[in-house]
Structures are given as C-alpha cells and as structure tokens.
C-alpha cells in the first residue's frame, strides 16, 4: 500500500469553479499533513497545512482533514487560470515527510 | 523574505563522475534535507540531517551519496560516481524544528542534475 495516494489526474475544472483535490495515506501515525502547489519545472511551494480534524480555510483555499478515514483534501474556490498545476499531498513520518505523486490540475479558461 | 538557495541550477556531468550540489539553508534553520525528483515522478525523500549528522536516509541514499556541512551556511550533497539514474530534480529544504511536526520546511529552487 503506498503511503500517500492521489488521483494523477489530469482534472480540468472550469475557471471560476471549485477545484476539489483528494489524498488518502496509510500510516495512522502522521500527524501533519500539507499541500504544496509545483509548477513544470520548479519546486514545491507549500499552500497550506493542516494538524487538527475539519477545516482550515486560507483565502480561496481550504483544507479538510478526516484522520478517522485517513483522508485529506483541498479545495480551491474561485479557481484562476494560474492554478494550473500539480498539487502535492504530503504527510509526516517520523522527522521528515512523504509526498504522494501529485494531481494534475488544469483551469479551463 | 528568507529563502533556500540552491546552486548551480543545471548540472551536467558525465557517468562516473562526482557532482557535488550546493544549499544555503535559512539562516535560523537547524534542520536540513535532501529530496529528489525524477522526471514525471514523485518528490522523494533522500536524507535529513541535524547537529552536524544525518537523522536519517532513504534506501536511495546509498554509500555513493554523502552529506555535508563544511561551514555555518553551506550544505552539500555529493554523489560521488553518478549513474544515468542519478539523472533528477535535486531539493535542498530547511526547517527550523523537525520537519513535518507541527512544522514546515521551505524548498530552494532545485537542481536539475543530468548524467550522460
């Protein structure tokens, strides 16, 4: 079982509409859980995190955290044709943390 | 704003040969990591390092790669015979307290290392 899973995609979403991007990991113990955003070619840039069950919102967008069903997801309201482009799911184990291979967004215009 | 730089940002060396890649974490950070990235695949974790040790290594970081901090502000990571599969994006990141518990590491801009 990989420890961090994500949809590949590609997802299109029309832009203005709600991105909703999904992660599912297997280490119970994670405690921490992040989405960074990477460009083609370019680093990880983190979005946000997240360390308590339910919501945490930052501006377009939110966080949402299950431990209980082992799932993480992120949604972007609003979403703009700059938000074309792989979103990382990553948990913690132990000091350091696992990213799973990411999800493909693309913003239709 | 404080960032991880990372240098040079392509490398091109032949089979066999060292590389060694270059960090300057952030100034305040203790924590310090390595991740890489081949091509259309995931971020992948290669090695921590803290108080001047490594904390710990993934099963890639084998006895061709090796770590260091020479001085107060560099941290390098050297492979010291590349293979044509050392081809990747190479991730310097730096955090002030463990990466992942109840903190985040910031990323430098990579290295794109490339074995011919």
């Known amino acids: 079982q990989k420890e961090v899973e994500q949809n590949s995609g590609p997802l299109s979403v029309p832009e203005g509409a709600i991105a909703s991007l999904n992660c599912t990991y297997s280490?119970?113990?994670?405690?921490?859980f992040f989405w960074y955003r990477q460009y083609s070619g370019k680093s990880p840039e983190l979005i946000m995190f997240?360390?308590?069950?339910g919501d945490k919102e930052d501006g377009r967008f939110t966080a949402q955290l299950n431990k209980a069903s082992q799932y993480v997801s992120l949604l972007i309201r609003d979403s703009q044709p700059s938000d074309s482009a792989t979103y990382l799911c990553?948990?913690?184990?132990?000091?350091?943390?696992?990213f799973g291979k990411g999800t493909r967004l693309h913003i239709l215009p | 704003e404080p960032e991880v730089t990372q240098t040079p940002s392509h490398q091109v060396t032949q089979m066999g040969q060292e590389v060694i890649l270059r960090c300057v974490p952030i100034?305040?950070?203790?924590?310090f990591y390595w991740y890489r990235q081949i091509l259309g695949q995931k971020v992948e974790f290669l090695v921590s390092?803290?108080?001047?040790?490594?904390?710990?290594k993934s099963e890639i970081f084998d006895d061709q790669f090796s770590v260091e901090r020479p001085d107060g502000s560099n941290f390098t990571l050297k492979i010291r015979s590349t293979k044509l599969e050392d081809s990747a994006m190479y991730f310097c990141?730096?955090?002030?307290?463990?990466?992942?518990?109840?903190?985040?590491?910031?990323f430098g801009q990579g290295t794109r290392l490339t074995v011919v």
């Open positions: 280490d119970r113990g994670s405690q921490s």
């Open positions: 390092f803290y108080n001047n040790e490594i904390s710990e």
């Open positions: 997240i360390y308590s069950n």
């Open positions: 990141a730096s955090s002030v307290g463990v990466f992942g518990v109840n903190t985040e590491a910031f």
């Open positions: 990553a948990v913690n184990r132990d000091d350091k943390i696992i």
């Open positions: 100034s305040n950070h203790l924590y």
